[in-house]
């Protein structure tokens, strides 16, 4: 059978938040918390030459390592749920591949330091792959699940 | 130094593209021809109960393994551009760490036999990671720097 895939650091975060618990759960945030929360990331130099021309993007997919997760779970029950979901249904770190996915606004890039906003990463998070936010990843008319029913839909 | 992080499937892709040859570049596909393409994703036994209330959400983000990539490059000549990019920059296989990421419409789910559209993964392709698509994801004024010239724009 598979016996997977060994991936590496290309960059790591910098993040005012120090901890897994310095970061509220999108829903319990107050309005346009993240759309304020600013950070960089810094691309290691043997992979600097790869971000030529992602400055001309303004939103970028950052997919990281989930470092501080532990224990993975198939079913978990989120920040102000009651009824335990699949983790693939959710966000939650505790995935059977600890690979997290944020959409970030790219504020700026300063040869191999990315300043972007919209962060909701710790401090330190090793940063897997970088890739341009394009129009197939915007989808217009979305049904969202139980996130859509009471305070998951902000 | 930090030694990364294996990562094991989670499940595989069933589609009607065998090869990479299979697959136009987005940019070159007929108008919607990626909409009307659909597959299945099957979910391994071991990890079927993470799928639970997946089935609410109209779109997943499914990471996956480009594991018919091949060498990896820092930069690249994307389909019908004349100029390097760097790899960061666009959505090519061949990245320092081969992880890729679709937005599928997930169309139903049986089991643990997820039907979707939109599918632009070949047969038999890893899957890593499955997520729900939410409103964090979806941005609504981006800009897509070289992509927006020319043919990339679509």
Do not use: C
């Not at 997760?69 to 591949?97: C, I, Q």
């Not at 989808?139 to 996130?147: D, N, V």
């Amino acid at each position: 059978m598979n016996s997977g895939v060994r991936f590496r650091p290309v960059g790591v975060v910098s993040s005012r938040f120090r901890e897994p618990s310095d970061l509220p759960p999108p829903a319990f945030a107050p309005p346009r918390f993240f759309e304020r929360s600013t950070g960089e990331i810094e691309v290691f130099s043997g992979y600097a030459a790869g971000l030529d021309g992602l400055e001309g993007f303004s939103h970028i997919i950052v997919l990281f390592h989930f470092h501080r997760a532990g224990e993975s779970k198939l079913k978990v029950v989120p920040p102000g749920e009651l009824k335990p979901r699949g983790v693939f249904a959710t966000r939650s770190p505790h995935r059977p591949n600890p690979l997290g996915l944020s959409v970030l606004r790219l504020l700026g890039r300063k040869g191999r330091i990315l300043r972007v906003s919209g962060l909701d990463l710790i401090d330190g998070t090793p940063v897997l792959d970088i890739k341009p936010y394009t129009v197939r990843d915007r989808k217009s008319h979305i049904r969202t699940g139980w996130l859509q029913r009471g305070r998951g839909s902000r």
